[in-house]
């Protein structure tokens, strides 16, 4: 991308280049419908794409190694100082989500109080929803134990085990029986809250570092990932048939999964993860919010 300034101590109408914008893509399905028409459209020169697991890209947001991501909304209201929050743009649940799971010993809750329970180091919402759930809807005290998100090796040690996105998705569907412990339960995490609460959960935003809100303005960027995920949603039967062979399971089991997600930031949405945020992060006020 190029424009012209002469404001800046350069000659008028001489090019001036400014660096690509760059765009944090989390590695799941569930954001698939977001970049749908980004990816089928091309890479445009003036946008860098970088992918990762949440909790990677978290950090690559508040370094500044990228302007423009999808971020936990945990991760977000933490430093919402340094960021600025991006509207009508969410990874969303209003119940059942099928890739934020806990596997359990136990068919209840309740007998895991005290008991060892592995986290995945993948995630920041998801595990402090299992923090929150577990204070304030059951009234136990498991100790969390963060790990590489593996079942096998989460059981090894653990009662419990949380995992997310594709894994989740995956073993959810599976439902295998692993070693020396048969068939796990299964919680759906979005389904546990929507329970309890009535609302939805938001398990990311996006946000633009601070630092970038001028130059992803100036960029456009904005009103094409909207127009990206417009194209997304009207072809999620396609993006079932595209992703089926990588994450082995039936074209319409992945249709399925993402019409359950919603991606719009909406209201409610608003409404579940403020709820969210005063259970878990009390320091937190939603004043605090700048949107960009």
């Known amino acids: 991308m190029t424009f012209r300034e002469g404001q800046h101590g350069h000659p008028q109408g001489a090019p001036v280049h400014i660096k690509a914008i760059s765009l944090g893509i989390f590695t799941y399905l569930n954001v698939q419908p977001v970049y749908y028409g980004m990816l089928h459209a091309g890479a445009r020169q003036d946008v860098r794409m970088v992918t990762g697991v ?3 890209l978290n950090r690559a947001l ?13 991760a977000y209201a933490e430093h919402a100082s340094e960021l600025r929050l991006i509207s009508r743009l969410s990874i969303s649940a209003p119940g059942a989500v099928e890739s934020v799971l806990l596997f359990s010993r136990y068919a209840d809750w309740r007998q895991l109080d ?56 995956i073993e959810g569907n599976l439902r295998r029986e692993l070693p020396g412990v048969g068939q796990p339960t299964i919680f759906d995490l979005g389904q546990e809250w929507a329970e309890w609460t009535g609302l939805p959960f938001v398990f990311g935003v996006w946000a633009a570092h601070a630092a970038s809100a001028g130059a992803i303005r100036r960029s456009g960027i904005l009103e094409q990932v909207y127009r990206s995920k417009s194209e997304g949603l009207a072809h999620i039967d396609d ?18 999964y993402l019409h359950q997600m919603t991606y719009d930031l909406s209201e409610r949405d608003l409404a579940g993860w403020r709820l969210f945020l005063e259970l878990s992060l009390p320091a937190f006020k939603w004043s605090d919010i700048r949107w960009l």
């Open 54 to 56: 949440p909790t990677r």
């Open 239 to 256: 993006i079932g048939l595209e992703q089926a062979a990588r994450l082995g399971l039936a074209p319409q089991v992945l249709a399925h």
């Open 62 to 74: 508040l370094s500044g190694e990228v302007d423009l991501s999808s971020v936990s909304g945990y």
């Open 114 to 169: 005290g008991r060892r329970v592995a986290i995945t180091n993948h995630s920041a919402s998801a595990v402090n929803l299992v923090r929150v759930l577990c204070k304030q809807r059951y009234h136990i005290e498991p100790q969390l134990v963060t790990m590489p998100p593996d079942l096998d090796a989460m059981f090894a040690s653990c009662d419990a085990a949380l995992v997310i996105g594709d894994m989740a998705l």
